[in-house]
C-alpha cells in the first residue's frame, strides 16, 4: 500500500516559479514511475510530468502545454517526487495531484494551485 502527500500548492504569481513535492509512504523502488497530473473544472485529468523510473524506456514525460516550463526531481531514498515549473500562467491554475504505480496507480489528495495575474 502506498500513500501520496502533497505539498507546495497555494497561490503563484503569473510569471513566477513554484514547487510541488509529493512524499510516499510505503518503500518505492527506482524503476516504479512517480509524477504529477492536473485537473481544472469540467475537464479530465491531464498529464503535467512523470518520472518513468529506471525500466529502460522513456524516462521522462511531460504535458504539451508546460514543456519547457518544468522540471521532476525524484529522490528514491527519500520516497520524494517534486515538480518545479517555471514562467507560470493563469491556465497553470488547478489541482495538482501526486501520482505513483507500484502494481497499481496510486494518487494523492490533490493540492490547490491559483495563479493571480
Known amino acids: 500500500q502506498v500513500q501520496l502527500v502533497e505539498s507546495g500548492g497555494g497561490s503563484v504569481q503569473a510569471g513566477g516559479s513554484m514547487t510541488l513535492s509529493c512524499v510516499a509512504s510505503?518503500?518505492?523502488?527506482?524503476?516504479?514511475?512517480l509524477g504529477w497530473y492536473r485537473q481544472v473544472p469540467g475537464k479530465q485529468r491531464e498529464l503535467v510530468a512523470v518520472?518513468?523510473?529506471?525500466?529502460?524506456?522513456?524516462?521522462?514525460e511531460y504535458g504539451e502545454s508546460v514543456k519547457g516550463r518544468v522540471t521532476i526531481s525524484r529522490d528514491n531514498a527519500k520516497n520524494r517526487v517534486d515538480l518545479h515549473m517555471s514562467s507560470v500562467r493563469p491556465e497553470d491554475a488547478g489541482i495538482y495531484y501526486c501520482?505513483?504505480?507500484?502494481?497499481?496507480?496510486?494518487w494523492g489528495q490533490g493540492t490547490q494551485v491559483t495563479v493571480s495575474s
Open positions: 501520482y505513483g504505480h507500484k502494481g497499481m496507480e496510486y
Open positions: 510505503g518503500r518505492i523502488f527506482s524503476t516504479n514511475p
Open positions: 518520472d518513468n523510473g529506471d525500466n529502460g524506456g522513456i524516462r521522462f
